[in-house]
């Protein structure tokens, strides 16, 4: 078998068998496929789709290019938390906590920045010190003691999903539904977790504009859980506008601090809260998605997630002291304001050019091997359905280099449509819940062609 045939089986619409699948997977994982083939079979993958078929194939691949853990020996059920991404979702670093202080256990494998959304792993590396890269021992350790470990792909979990992210991010091929599902997938299903809540975004800021394509990408991930035995649920959740008030890498940890410490923006606060809930009632903690919700907010209220946030910190080699001192983290040298160009009220951002305005200030990467400048962040002031006056701030950009400051200040402020009356429908933010993938018994997986 040779790679530049399955490009061009793809590239000409052509379905692949689990063997083309399995070779390409394992030959790419061991270096024997070099990154210019891969892309272009990424790039005919995004264009031309992946059936049902093709991507559980992929997923499983993917899964079997590195082991599968097994934390039976701690005990109680192991949940995970993941979402396809957005601009200033950080919910993981709030739900890990409070799920982990309310006795599960977290062992979350997290990615990068992709594209213009921002990644966890990147987000724990503004923490000085911190290491997303223990050993499967060290993670196990650390998972024993504080219920919670956040870590990368290694060379044992699902190290084709580490590299073929990484070529996805700077070849402009993410927003794929079969490749998005395998990515997560894969990874998720490595982690040894019975329980999986998904938080799939929509919206302008989502890899998945429209909701059609965030319940399609939902309901394939679902069935592909719920066939290996997993208890998974997905949330269709608002990415119109960024989740919470800020995005970067410093600012969003402090952001983070702030809803465990019992404030913090509603909306980051409430999702936040409504995942965690899932997770413990998902995790048999408690009886109802009520009672979820609540533990939740106890747990906040009595300091015990910020507390379980300090010790994960110190277990992965970060300052903890970055809690009560935020001016510890990574800081950018100058703020600038964004001022409205006109007033009126806010109907729509352009969310996606958001998160790229902030990846141009270095904020996120443009090639594989670029590296993040965790200082460097943006506020924002306005959000949808507000009324804001010309000159008003919309946004500060903390920055430390003037060398694409302009541009990105073009960019902001272009990214708010200001209009004389507010918007007619206000967006929800959880759209929908998905509790099973109802195209499973679709007569031909093989019809289902999912770009
Ligand atoms: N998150 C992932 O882990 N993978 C994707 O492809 C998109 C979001």
């Not at 977290?106 to 792993?121: A, F, K």
């Not at 510890?328 to 305005?357: D, F, H, K, M, W």
Request: some cysteine.
């Amino acid at each position: 078998m040779r790679a530049v045939d399955l490009i061009r089986k793809k590239r000409d619409s052509g379905e692949h068998t689990r063997p083309e699948i399995d070779f390409l997977i394992a030959s790419f994982t061991r270096g024997e496929i070099p990154d210019y083939q891969m892309a272009a079979w990424l790039m005919a993958a995004w264009l031309r789709g992946l059936n049902r078929a093709e991507l559980t194939f992929l997923t499983e691949a993917m899964l079997h290019s590195g082991e599968i853990l097994d934390h039976s020996a701690i005990p109680g059920k192991k949940v995970d938390k993941h979402s396809t991404g957005g601009v200033g979702d950080k919910t993981s670093l709030i739900l890990a906590p409070i799920v982990a202080a309310g006795g599960l256990t977290v062992p979350m494998i997290s990615g990068r920045g992709l594209g213009h959304t921002g990644g966890t792993l990147d987000k724990l590396e503004a923490i000085p010190g911190f290491n997303t890269a223990l050993t499967l021992k060290e993670f196990r350790h650390v998972l024993s003691a504080c219920g919670m470990g956040l870590i990368g792909q290694t060379a044992e979990i699902a190290p084709a999903d580490k590299k073929i992210y990484a070529l996805r991010d700077a070849t402009s091929t993410v927003e794929s539904i079969g490749l998005i599902c395998a990515s997560i997938m894969s990874k998720k299903l490595a982690e040894g977790i019975d329980v999986l809540v998904l938080d799939v975004k929509t919206g302008s800021g989502a890899f998945m504009k429209s909701k059609k394509d965030a319940v399609a990408l939902a309901q394939t991930m679902v069935g592909i859980g719920q066939s290996v035995g997993k208890k998974v649920v997905a949330l269709i959740t608002d990415m119109n506008q960024p989740l919470g008030r800020v995005a970067g890498h410093s600012n969003e940890i402090v952001e983070c601090v702030e809803v465990l410490s019992g404030g913090g923006p509603a909306d980051l606060r409430e999702l936040s809260i409504e995942l965690s809930a899932w997770m413990f009632f998902y995790g048999q903690k408690t009886a109802s998605l009520a009672s979820g919700r609540r533990l939740a907010a106890e747990i906040i209220a009595s300091g015990k997630a910020k507390a379980k946030f300090r010790q994960a910190i110190e277990l992965q080699g970060g300052d903890p002291r970055v809690v009560e001192e935020p001016r510890r983290l990574p800081q950018a040298l100058s703020r600038v304001e964004v001022p409205s160009p006109r007033g009126g009220y806010i109907t729509a951002t352009n969310c996606e050019n958001l998160g790229i305005a902030l990846a141009i200030l270095g904020g996120g990467r443009e090639r594989k091997e670029d590296r993040i400048d965790h200082g460097v962040g943006l506020e924002f002031h306005a959000r949808i359905g507000e009324r804001v006056k010309k000159g008003q701030p919309l946004a500060t950009i903390h920055y430390n280099s003037d060398a694409k400051l302009a541009e990105a200040r073009e960019m902001i402020s272009e990214s708010y449509e200001i209009s004389g009356a507010p918007p007619k429908v206000k967006n929800p933010l959880i759209y929908q819940t998905i509790l099973k993938d109802k195209a499973r018994d679709a007569p031909s997986p093989r019809r289902r062609r999912t770009r």
